[in-house]
Protein backbone atom coordinates (compact mmCIF):
# COMPACT_ATOMS: atom_id res chain seq x y z
CA UNK A 1 0.00 0.00 0.00
CA UNK A 2 2.66 2.21 0.88
CA UNK A 3 4.64 1.41 -2.43
CA UNK A 4 1.59 2.38 -4.52
CA UNK A 5 0.81 5.54 -2.66
CA UNK A 6 4.41 6.86 -3.28
CA UNK A 7 4.00 6.40 -6.99
CA UNK A 8 0.77 8.04 -7.18
CA UNK A 9 2.19 11.15 -5.16
CA UNK A 10 5.40 10.91 -7.74
CA UNK A 11 2.82 11.01 -10.68
CA UNK A 12 1.09 13.44 -9.32
CA UNK A 13 3.53 16.12 -8.98
CA UNK A 14 5.28 15.05 -11.78
CA UNK A 15 5.44 18.57 -14.21
CA UNK A 16 4.32 18.64 -17.46
CA UNK A 17 6.83 20.18 -20.08
CA UNK A 18 3.71 22.77 -20.73
CA UNK A 19 3.89 23.48 -16.86
CA UNK A 20 7.91 23.23 -16.56
CA UNK A 21 7.74 26.17 -19.92
CA UNK A 22 5.15 28.10 -18.10
CA UNK A 23 7.27 28.39 -14.88
CA UNK A 24 9.82 29.68 -16.82
CA UNK A 25 7.70 32.21 -18.62
CA UNK A 26 6.85 33.47 -15.41
CA UNK A 27 10.57 33.83 -14.07
CA UNK A 28 10.97 35.18 -17.01
CA UNK A 29 8.42 38.18 -17.04
CA UNK A 30 9.48 39.26 -13.35
CA UNK A 31 13.09 39.50 -14.13
CA UNK A 32 11.98 41.86 -17.51
CA UNK A 33 9.83 44.05 -15.07
CA UNK A 34 12.45 44.19 -12.44
CA UNK A 35 14.90 45.40 -15.07
CA UNK A 36 12.66 47.72 -17.03
CA UNK A 37 10.63 49.62 -14.11
CA UNK A 38 12.97 48.47 -10.92
CA UNK A 39 16.64 48.27 -11.99
CA UNK A 40 18.46 48.53 -15.02
CA UNK A 41 22.23 47.88 -16.39
CA UNK A 42 24.63 50.51 -17.56
CA UNK A 43 28.08 50.52 -18.98
CA UNK A 44 30.47 53.53 -18.21
CA UNK A 45 31.77 54.43 -21.67
CA UNK A 46 34.08 57.23 -20.48
CA UNK A 47 36.46 58.85 -18.14
CA UNK A 48 34.20 61.69 -16.86
CA UNK A 49 33.27 60.73 -13.49
CA UNK A 50 37.17 59.35 -12.96
CA UNK A 51 37.20 58.38 -9.88
CA UNK A 52 33.85 57.80 -8.92
CA UNK A 53 33.35 55.84 -12.02
CA UNK A 54 35.98 53.92 -14.45
CA UNK A 55 35.79 53.17 -18.28
CA UNK A 56 34.44 49.58 -17.82
CA UNK A 57 32.04 49.56 -14.59
CA UNK A 58 28.92 48.29 -15.08
CA UNK A 59 26.26 49.63 -12.49
CA UNK A 60 22.92 48.76 -11.40
CA UNK A 61 20.80 51.82 -11.36
CA UNK A 62 18.15 52.42 -9.34
CA UNK A 63 15.14 53.40 -11.26
CA UNK A 64 12.42 54.14 -8.50
CA UNK A 65 14.10 56.50 -5.71
CA UNK A 66 13.69 59.23 -8.12
CA UNK A 67 11.18 58.70 -10.25
CA UNK A 68 8.05 60.90 -9.88
CA UNK A 69 5.67 59.57 -7.03
CA UNK A 70 2.99 56.94 -7.58
CA UNK A 71 -0.30 57.59 -5.71
CA UNK A 72 -1.02 53.86 -6.26
CA UNK A 73 2.49 52.97 -4.21
CA UNK A 74 2.92 55.01 -1.26
CA UNK A 75 4.60 52.40 0.60
CA UNK A 76 7.28 52.63 -2.13
CA UNK A 77 10.09 55.36 -0.85
CA UNK A 78 10.78 58.12 -3.37
CA UNK A 79 12.60 61.84 -3.07
CA UNK A 80 14.02 64.95 -4.63
CA UNK A 81 17.29 65.21 -6.79
CA UNK A 82 19.55 66.24 -4.56
CA UNK A 83 22.99 68.36 -4.77
CA UNK A 84 26.04 65.87 -5.73
CA UNK A 85 23.65 62.83 -6.54
CA UNK A 86 25.11 60.73 -9.69
CA UNK A 87 22.17 60.45 -12.04
CA UNK A 88 21.71 58.23 -15.26
CA UNK A 89 19.79 60.64 -17.96
CA UNK A 90 18.79 60.79 -21.41
CA UNK A 91 21.13 63.50 -23.10
CA UNK A 92 18.73 66.46 -23.75
CA UNK A 93 20.06 67.24 -27.55
CA UNK A 94 19.66 63.87 -29.79
CA UNK A 95 22.71 62.53 -31.49
CA UNK A 96 23.37 63.03 -35.09
CA UNK A 97 22.09 59.55 -36.30
CA UNK A 98 19.04 61.04 -34.62
CA UNK A 99 19.31 58.48 -31.13
CA UNK A 100 18.96 59.32 -27.90
CA UNK A 101 22.23 59.08 -25.32
CA UNK A 102 22.54 57.91 -21.86
CA UNK A 103 24.90 59.81 -19.59
CA UNK A 104 25.78 59.76 -16.15
CA UNK A 105 27.15 62.86 -14.40
CA UNK A 106 27.02 64.19 -10.81
CA UNK A 107 24.00 66.99 -10.27
CA UNK A 108 25.44 70.24 -9.09
CA UNK A 109 22.60 72.61 -9.80
CA UNK A 110 19.05 72.47 -8.59
CA UNK A 111 16.15 74.90 -9.69
CA UNK A 112 16.66 78.75 -8.43
CA UNK A 113 20.29 77.79 -7.75
CA UNK A 114 23.14 80.42 -8.95
CA UNK A 115 26.26 78.44 -9.99
CA UNK A 116 29.31 79.64 -11.60
CA UNK A 117 33.46 78.02 -12.11
CA UNK A 118 36.26 80.41 -11.35
CA UNK A 119 39.33 78.30 -12.37
CA UNK A 120 37.64 75.27 -12.04
CA UNK A 121 36.20 76.07 -8.57
CA UNK A 122 32.52 75.21 -8.34
CA UNK A 123 30.60 78.04 -6.56
CA UNK A 124 26.86 77.46 -5.48
CA UNK A 125 24.90 80.82 -4.34
CA UNK A 126 27.66 82.92 -3.50
CA UNK A 127 29.44 79.79 -1.73
CA UNK A 128 32.71 78.07 -3.12
CA UNK A 129 31.62 73.83 -2.67
CA UNK A 130 33.98 71.87 -1.42
CA UNK A 131 34.51 69.38 -4.28
CA UNK A 132 36.97 66.37 -3.28
CA UNK A 133 36.16 64.37 -6.28
CA UNK A 134 36.30 66.95 -8.69
CA UNK A 135 38.98 67.45 -11.03
CA UNK A 136 40.60 71.00 -11.06
CA UNK A 137 42.54 72.34 -14.01
CA UNK A 138 45.50 73.17 -14.49
CA UNK A 139 47.89 76.46 -15.88
CA UNK A 140 48.94 73.85 -18.87
CA UNK A 141 45.49 72.69 -19.68
CA UNK A 142 43.45 76.10 -19.05
CA UNK A 143 40.12 76.86 -20.87
CA UNK A 144 38.56 79.96 -20.12
CA UNK A 145 34.86 78.94 -21.22
CA UNK A 146 35.08 75.25 -19.48
CA UNK A 147 36.87 76.21 -16.22
CA UNK A 148 35.24 80.04 -15.82
CA UNK A 149 31.77 79.14 -16.74
CA UNK A 150 29.71 81.18 -17.84
CA UNK A 151 32.09 84.56 -17.55
CA UNK A 152 33.36 83.52 -20.80
CA UNK A 153 30.69 83.57 -24.62
CA UNK A 154 30.00 79.75 -25.74
CA UNK A 155 31.20 80.94 -29.45
CA UNK A 156 34.28 80.46 -27.41
CA UNK A 157 34.46 76.59 -27.46
CA UNK A 158 33.63 74.52 -30.58
CA UNK A 159 31.96 71.40 -28.03
CA UNK A 160 29.08 73.75 -27.09
CA UNK A 161 25.99 72.86 -29.36
CA UNK A 162 24.33 75.60 -31.31
CA UNK A 163 21.07 75.63 -29.59
CA UNK A 164 22.55 75.93 -25.90
CA UNK A 165 25.25 78.79 -27.25
CA UNK A 166 21.86 80.50 -28.03
CA UNK A 167 19.93 79.94 -25.22
CA UNK A 168 22.50 80.31 -22.43
CA UNK A 169 22.49 84.38 -22.38
CA UNK A 170 18.91 84.35 -21.16
CA UNK A 171 20.28 82.33 -17.92
CA UNK A 172 22.51 84.56 -16.98
CA UNK A 173 22.10 87.02 -13.95
CA UNK A 174 25.13 89.14 -12.70
CA UNK A 175 28.23 86.23 -12.87
CA UNK A 176 25.78 83.60 -12.58
CA UNK A 177 23.76 80.83 -14.13
CA UNK A 178 20.49 80.71 -12.88
CA UNK A 179 19.14 77.14 -13.11
CA UNK A 180 15.50 77.43 -14.23
CA UNK A 181 11.87 75.45 -12.68
CA UNK A 182 12.09 71.95 -13.58
CA UNK A 183 15.71 71.69 -14.84
CA UNK A 184 19.31 70.34 -13.74
CA UNK A 185 22.43 71.39 -13.97
CA UNK A 186 25.15 68.61 -14.15
CA UNK A 187 28.78 67.93 -14.64
CA UNK A 188 31.43 65.25 -14.50
CA UNK A 189 33.48 65.00 -11.86
CA UNK A 190 36.46 65.00 -14.05
CA UNK A 191 35.90 68.27 -15.01
CA UNK A 192 38.79 68.73 -17.30
CA UNK A 193 37.70 66.15 -20.01
CA UNK A 194 33.73 65.71 -19.29
CA UNK A 195 31.22 67.42 -21.78
CA UNK A 196 28.42 68.21 -19.74
CA UNK A 197 25.62 70.97 -18.88
CA UNK A 198 28.29 73.39 -19.53
CA UNK A 199 28.35 72.45 -23.39
CA UNK A 200 24.94 70.79 -24.28
CA UNK A 201 22.38 72.97 -21.42
CA UNK A 202 20.02 71.70 -18.62
CA UNK A 203 18.61 68.34 -17.40
CA UNK A 204 14.70 68.15 -17.61
CA UNK A 205 13.52 66.51 -14.65
CA UNK A 206 11.94 64.06 -17.18
CA UNK A 207 15.20 62.99 -18.15
CA UNK A 208 16.49 61.77 -15.01
CA UNK A 209 16.23 57.72 -15.64
CA UNK A 210 17.97 57.15 -11.80
CA UNK A 211 21.18 56.55 -9.84
CA UNK A 212 23.52 54.33 -9.79
CA UNK A 213 24.03 52.07 -6.90
CA UNK A 214 26.68 49.66 -7.06
CA UNK A 215 29.73 48.26 -9.70
CA UNK A 216 28.46 44.75 -10.22
CA UNK A 217 31.24 44.05 -12.53
CA UNK A 218 34.52 45.85 -13.83
CA UNK A 219 36.15 45.37 -16.92
CA UNK A 220 39.36 47.01 -17.76
CA UNK A 221 38.09 48.53 -20.73
CA UNK A 222 39.98 51.54 -23.37
CA UNK A 223 37.95 54.58 -23.63
CA UNK A 224 38.22 54.17 -27.42
CA UNK A 225 35.91 50.72 -27.06
CA UNK A 226 32.87 53.03 -27.15
CA UNK A 227 33.36 54.04 -30.88
CA UNK A 228 33.84 50.93 -32.07
CA UNK A 229 30.45 50.02 -33.44
CA UNK A 230 30.34 47.90 -36.14
CA UNK A 231 29.86 44.53 -35.73
CA UNK A 232 32.94 43.07 -36.19
CA UNK A 233 34.69 44.79 -33.47
CA UNK A 234 31.34 44.07 -30.95
CA UNK A 235 32.47 40.89 -31.64
CA UNK A 236 35.89 41.07 -30.92
CA UNK A 237 35.53 42.75 -27.93
CA UNK A 238 32.88 40.09 -26.64
CA UNK A 239 35.46 37.59 -27.25
CA UNK A 240 38.39 39.41 -25.61
CA UNK A 241 36.24 39.88 -22.33
CA UNK A 242 35.20 35.92 -22.40
CA UNK A 243 38.93 35.54 -22.92
CA UNK A 244 40.22 38.07 -20.43
CA UNK A 245 37.68 37.66 -17.93
CA UNK A 246 39.67 36.65 -14.92
CA UNK A 247 42.59 38.70 -15.54
CA UNK A 248 41.44 41.56 -16.43
CA UNK A 249 38.50 41.96 -14.32
CA UNK A 250 39.01 44.73 -11.96
CA UNK A 251 37.94 42.49 -9.18
CA UNK A 252 38.34 44.84 -6.04
CA UNK A 253 35.13 47.24 -7.36
CA UNK A 254 33.16 43.55 -7.35
CA UNK A 255 30.55 45.07 -4.91
CA UNK A 256 31.73 49.04 -5.12
CA UNK A 257 29.43 51.77 -3.92
CA UNK A 258 28.76 54.67 -6.39
CA UNK A 259 28.71 58.09 -4.58
Known amino acids: MAEVQEKHAKHKHEETPLEAFASICGVLAVGL ?15 SMVKALLVGDHVLV ?62 RNGVAVDEPYAGMPTDADYQAYR ?5 VSPNASADVTAEWAEALPSFIKGQDLVVPPGMYFCMGDNRTVSLDSRFWGFVPRSNIVGRPLFVYWSFDTPETQEYKTSMADRLGWILHETIHFFDETRWRRTLHRVR
Open 33 to 47: FVLTFIFQNFAIPSS
Open 62 to 123: DRITLAPPAHYAPFVYYRDVRHGDIVVFYKPTLEPNGEHLFLVKRVIGVPEDHIHLRAGVLY
Open 147 to 151: DDFPS
